[in-house]
């Protein structure tokens, strides 16, 4: 489904959907699930806290030591780590497959196994530099808090939750790095699971003991959750880096070009040695090709691993530092200011988190065209992305605009919340929702850049500008607006970002045509402007938050397929005619 016209003359694009087909279905709709009840269980981890903490000192100086998991979260499962270990695994998995029908089998004697030989050279490494790192975060809490929030009112108590939540360094590296290597096998049920445990820990440690702990309950909470982020993937990890009996992998997605005939298992290409290639003539060669000869570390490889390493640690930790600005921000304000924040983005993100999920399902077949040359495929395949991305945050955005008073008063307002932080909360929400569009473009063309296996600083540098916006319009925007202000400069920070990856992704990556891609994306603005609208009008029709709601959630769509439909957007006209077409089989 896209709202740029794919058909270029040739058979490869019509056969796409074939293609990539029921695998990326069946995975897309799996992840659907647990990404849900993910998000779900995450609301009610977060109401849980408002109903016992409310808006106050204390849910604030946890929220101040929520900033770790949240940049460890960011760094460690969805951004960073993914996008240098999926390519990694992909090509390991791709070796592993080359060397024959036994390849699954650990061969003895022989050369190692692929996957497991980059096992070997980075998760040791890996678990030592998240130690150190988790070591010195503990040390160092107070001094983290005072440059955090330096007008806090109760910094101790934001260091001890620090000490507890700091744990997650450690247990959300080794749980993304785990889920890296099992999306490039093609296992998204774990992964997608992850989450699920999570927001489970959290929800039992604070129920269990928030009487004794009081917000330290919450804190130890995340780091329980954190160790259930690892338990639940570790089985699955171990027997995908370690098979034990010999079998032709699995494919998870398609890899032939159209009219390229796929080669039979064990199959290497033979080419003569390049001048530079220290192989001998007739070796096999090849980004599939085994290699079975050690392979020393030498300076140059080292250089070109923190060559690819910087630019997307950068890019991560960037686009994680607007959290930073914000709780830096709202420190000086008064209580319940940083609870506001929170609330509010949570809940506006889910449309975008649900958004990016097909994205997420796809970055493996993303990285394995750019690893075969096949720009096309790539192209082809991140500009349904896109469309498809477009289509649901901005639906989500619509209800959000329409009915945010509602949403957070039927999720929050009870115990401690009361209607007046109910009332902050939805203003802030409405203004987050004006850059939704932006956060998943950002989510959504960063993985293209890192799929070419080179250095590439674009994305860092394009997310740098997006923070000196936010940066520059939260410090003049603080004042007068407070943290509508603060929320403001959130999105006119990352859709400069997104702006910018859009420009720059076709013209260094993959050739997107963004001429194409750009008026598709303005219809889909303009049916959910209608749809928002209509909702506001209706939203005041009903007292009751809940009746209102429900209907808003018929209304906002309905309003929102039929806009999309007068104006033609594609995508619209796309879904609902496969809609037919699924009700009019189960009918038969």
């Known amino acids: 489904m896209t709202g740029v016209d794919t058909r270029d003359g040739t058979s490869t694009a019509r056969t796409e959907p074939s293609r990539l087909g029921n695998a990326l279905a069946r995975a897309a709709a799996v992840t659907a699930g647990l990404t849900l009840a993910g998000a779900l269980l995450g609301l009610v981890r977060d109401q849980t806290i408002a109903r016992i903490y409310g808006a106050s000192v204390e849910s604030d100086a946890f929220l101040i030591s929520w900033t770790v998991p949240e940049m460890a979260a960011t760094l460690l499962i969805e951004d960073a780590m993914a996008l240098l270990l999926v390519p990694a695994f992909s090509h390991a998995l791709a070796r ?60 101790q108590l934001a260091v001890d939750c620090t000490r507890l939540t700091a744990l997650t360094v450690l247990t959300f590296g080794v749980a993304g790095y785990f889920s890296a290597a099992l999306r490039a096998h093609g296992s998204f049920v774990p992964p ?40 639940v993937q570790l089985p699955s990890f171990a027997r995908r880096v370690t098979p034990r009996r010999a079998a032709s992998p699995r494919p998870s997605f398609p890899h032939p070009r159209k009219g390229v005939p796929a080669e039979p298992p064990g199959a290497r290409v033979t080419a003569r040695a390049a001048p530079d290639d220290p192989r001998p003539e007739g070796e096999p060669t090849g980004p599939g090709a085994h290699d079975d000869r050690p392979r020393p570390e030498t300076p140059d490889r080292v250089r070109l691993g923190l060559a690819l ?61 750019m690893a075969e040359g096949d720009r096309d495929r790539a192209r082809r395949r991140v500009e349904n992305d896109l469309a498809l991305a477009g289509l649901v945050v901005l639906l989500g955005t619509a209800l959000i605009l329409g009915y945010a008073p509602q949403i957070i008063e039927v999720l929050f307002q009870r115990g401690a919340f009361d209607a007046g932080d109910t009332e902050a909360t939805a203003t802030v929400m409405r203004v987050y929702a004006a850059g939704l569009l932006g956060h998943t473009l950002v989510g959504a063309l960063c993985r293209p850049f890192f799929s070419a296996g080179r250095p590439t600083w674009y994305p860092a540098a394009a997310m740098a500008a ?123």
């Open 96 to 155: 592993r497959t080359a060397a024959g029908p036994g390849a699954g089998a650990l061969p003895v004697p022989g050369p190692e196994d692929p996957v497991r030989e980059l096992v070997r050279h980075t998760f040791p490494r890996l678990f030592a530099v998240l130690a150190a790192a988790t070591l010195l975060l503990v040390a160092f809490a107070p001094q983290f808090v005072a440059a955090l929030a330096p007008g806090f009112a109760d910094p």
């Open 192 to 231: 997608a699971g992850v989450y699920v445990a999570y927001n489970a820990g959290i929800i039992a440690a604070t129920l269990a003991l928030h009487s004794l702990w009081g917000v330290r309950a919450a804190a130890a909470g995340v780091a329980l959750g954190g160790a259930l982020m690892i338990l």
């Open 309 to 369: 390493l910087a630019p997307v640690v950068l890019f991560a930790v960037s686009r994680q530092s607007q959290v930073l600005v914000e709780r830096f921000l709202a420190s000086s304000l008064p209580s319940g200011a940083i609870s506001h924040l929170n609330y509010a983005q949570k809940v506006a993100q889910m449309p975008m988190v649900l958004s990016l999920m097909f994205c997420t399902v796809t970055f493996p077949a993303v990285a394995q065209a």
């Open 466 to 588: 997006g923070l000196a916006v936010t940066v520059a319009v939260g410090a003049s925007a603080v004042g007068p607006w407070g943290v509508y202000g603060i929320a403001a400069a959130n999105a006119a920070g990352i859709s400069t970002t997104a702006l910018l990856l859009l420009r720059g992704l076709g013209s260094r990556v993959v050739a997107i045509r963004v001429r194409a891609i750009t008026p598709a994306l303005g219809r889909l603005a303009l049916a959910a402007g209608c749809a928002a609208a209509a909702g506001r009008l209706a939203a005041g029709t009903i007292d009751s938050a809940l009746p209102s709601l429900a209907v808003g959630c018929l209304l906002v769509p309905a309003v929102f397929a039929v806009t999309g439909l007068a104006v033609r957007a594609p995508e619209v006209v796309h879904l609902l005619a496969l809609t037919r077409q699924r009700i009019a089989r189960h009918v038969s």
